[in-house]
T-cell receptor
Framework: GDSVTQMEGPVTLSEEAFLTINCTYT??????LFWYVQYPGEGLQLLLK?????DKGSNKGFEATYRKETTSFHLEKGSVQVSDSAVYFC??????????FGAGTRLTVKP | EAGVAQSPRYKIIEKRQSVAFWCNPI?????LYWYQQILGQGPKLLIQ????????DSQLPKDRFSAERLKGVDSTLKIQPAKLEDSAVYLC????????????FGPGTRLTVL
């Protein structure tokens, strides 16, 4: 079945460093792709999404591009802040909105 | 706009006891989801409702888990009897329709089974 594999963590960066969290997917159709973020003590929040190949999702300085040829949706940010410390989940959903999540990557940003 | 509400936020029970979780989705959202998130893993879908009907419960352990959404709004997820491996965060989410791909999540209920 459809699945998502994302980079294992934890990831520790210094403030203003460049961030990449890798995500690849396996799907029989053409899923929508998502990044969700979970801040400490809070629920999952949608960070960005892309619904078709070559779409770029962006929000709060984060970006991810839907790459059909490499089945990837890597998350990037040019300069991370302490407030970006959280757990990041890559996910896909098919037409029935059956959401499949990766295992999550914990990011810690140090001042 | 109010978000997805869940209660309780935390629950500790002993194995073989029963427990129930409550979810109130965003107003007007027809589709409601329950997920189980075990520590260190991503959320796993348990059941999906469209209004008051079950759309997908293929991953719900039906021998001990049950869920209902009688009036197509609030939903309750029950575990009876609980096992140690049920310790997890139970997340409720909702979306406008089944084909609207953005799901909005509640804060979750953290269940510990001793």
């Amino acid at each position: 079945g459809d699945s998502v594999t994302q980079m294992e963590g934890p990831v520790t960066l210094s403030e203003e460093a460049f961030l990449t969290i890798n995500c690849t997917y396996t799907a029989t159709g053409y899923p929508s792709l998502f990044w969700y973020v979970q801040y400490p003590g809070e629920g999952l929040q949608l960070l960005l999404k892309a619904t078709k190949a070559d779409d770029k999702g962006s929000n709060k300085g984060f970006e991810a591009t839907y790459r059909k040829e490499t089945t990837s949706f890597h998350l990037e940010k040019g300069s991370v802040q302490v407030s970006d410390s959280a757990v990041y989940f890559c996910a896909l959903s098919d037409r029935s909105n059956d959401m499949r999540f990766g295992a999550g990557t914990r990011l810690t940003v140090k001042p | 706009e109010a978000g997805v509400a869940q209660s309780p936020r935390y629950k500790i029970i002993e194995k073989r006891q029963s427990v129930a979780f409550w979810c109130n989705p965003i107003s007007g959202h027809a589709t409601l989801y329950w997920y189980q998130q075990i520590l260190g893993q991503g959320p796993k879908l348990l059941i999906q409702f469209q209004n008051n009907g079950v759309v997908d419960d293929s991953q719900l352990p039906k021998d001990r888990f049950s869920a209902e959404r009688l009036k197509g709004v609030d939903s309750t997820l029950k575990i009876q009897p609980a096992k140690l491996e049920d310790s997890a965060v139970y997340l409720c989410a909702s979306s406008l329709t089944r084909n609207t791909d953005t799901q909005y999540f509640g804060p979750g209920t953290r269940l510990t089974v001793l």
